[in-house]
């Protein structure tokens, strides 16, 4: 049976090429449509093609870690240049059976001439099932840490936007806080509110909260420790728009609030910022 597998091996090595072309019949017509207008040529597409199949040709006989080795590469260059050229991930998944089929076309010719031991085919499918199984996680995994890398950039994007530095009054300007404050937006707040602040040349920054629905005692820390670090760069910080019930809850947290400037209303604010600078 090693000489079966030997001989088959070396076949699909030698005609690798020729292999890689028929793959056209068995992708289905999406497919193909993709490919002609990705950013590789039919050449280059072929070759890459038979780089796969003359390693699964190598692994019915050669070094399984090397063959193991050329696979990876393999996958994660195809997987790099599919989500390059927006190709999802089903169709990838897909494509990557062609290679089986295409496989067995070519074993099943060899078994009717040869009359090779059926155990051999059994055999065969041992040895490139897995590795077929294996490009296919590593699509998956490429395809999750890429979905999570666009995800991350949205919500970086939309935190962006929801914590935008408005001025008001010269000197003066308000951020608008609205939803929820996790640690990761209350980072955000703080190095919006101290770059920002300082490209307006802001003295005096007003945080109005009336639009974050509630507060307890891990967010008020965290609204201290955004007015202490805006109060080490020299600007005054208010906190306003604090509700009855948010009132309420920050009395009862054993937090210090007595360097803490806070207004009822944003007007409130202004009047004071504005009773302060003598206007």
Not at 144 to 164: C, F, G, R, W
Request: hydrophobic share 40%; proline share 3%.
């Amino acid at each position: 049976m090693r000489q079966e597998l030997l001989y088959i091996g070396k076949k699909i090595v030698e005609n690798q090429v020729q292999i890689a072309g028929k793959l056209i019949d068995f992708q289905n017509v999406h497919y193909k449509h993709i490919l002609e207008h990705s950013d590789e040529s039919y050449e280059q597409l072929i070759e890459w093609r038979a780089e796969l199949i003359q390693a699964l040709g190598k692994s019915l006989f050669g070094d399984s870690e090397e063959v193991r080795k050329e696979i990876h590469q393999w996958a994660e260059k195809t997987g790099d240049f599919s989500i390059r050229n927006q190709i999802p991930l089903s169709d990838t998944l897909r494509a990557l059976t062609c290679y089986r089929s295409v496989i067995w076309e070519v074993f099943t010719e060899e078994l009717e001439k040869r009359a090779f031991q059926a155990i051999t085919m059994l055999h065969v499918g041992k040895i490139i099932d897995p590795l077929l199984d294996e490009i296919s996680n590593i699509f998956g995994l490429m395809w999750e840490q890429h979905t999570n890398k666009l995800m991350d950039n949205a919500y970086s994007a939309l935190d962006e936007i929801s914590v935008p530095l408005v001025p008001v009054d010269e000197g003066v300007a308000i951020i608008p806080v609205v939803g929820n404050i996790d640690e990761r937006r209350a980072q955000l707040i703080l190095e919006n509110s101290l770059e920002k602040s300082q490209n307006f040349e802001v003295d005096h920054l007003i945080m109005d909260i009336s639009g974050v629905p509630t507060i307890n005692e891990a967010v008020a820390d965290k609204l201290i420790n955004i007015t202490k670090a805006l109060s080490l760069t020299g600007i005054q910080a208010h906190l306003t728009g604090i509700r009855p019930e948010i009132a309420q809850t920050l009395a009862s947290l054993n937090i210090p609030f007595h360097d803490l400037k806070t207004s009822g209303s944003l007007r409130q604010a202004l009047h004071k910022i504005r009773n302060r600078q003598g206007l």
